[in-house]
């Protein structure tokens, strides 16, 4: 993958719960998901608090923002740490989503 297609994998890890629902699938029928501990990770970080510094644009943070409000509602930062518990991940050391990963991103649409 590329860096670019990691980052648009872990957005919709983040907040697209089809996205994370289907690998939660693939985990518990021991298909290997290729690089996954590293994009759950970057999924989480996605959730954290938004930075004052380093990000590309202010659209970029406004909808990051607006990503991370609606998918409260599912339950994606509980179900994401679930996960990564189960994979064995270790805690992330940060609380502050960094600059670099807050892109104007688009994800998928998606109906209840």
Known sequence: MTPRE???????????????NGVWQRIKNN???????????T????????PETGFASQRA???????QA???AFGMVT??????TALGCDDLDTHVVPGNLVRDIGLPPFCR
């Open 43 to 50: 999924a989480l970080l996605l959730q954290q608090a938004l």
């Open 70 to 72: 609606k998918s409260r």
């Open 31 to 41: 298909d290997e998901v290729e690089n996954i501990k590293e994009l759950l990770d």
């Open 79 to 84: 179900f994401l740490k679930n996960v990564r």
């Open 6 to 20: 990691k980052l648009q994998y872990s957005y919709e890890l983040a907040f697209y719960p089809p996205r994370l």
């Open 61 to 67: 943070l406004q909808r990051l923002a607006m990503y």
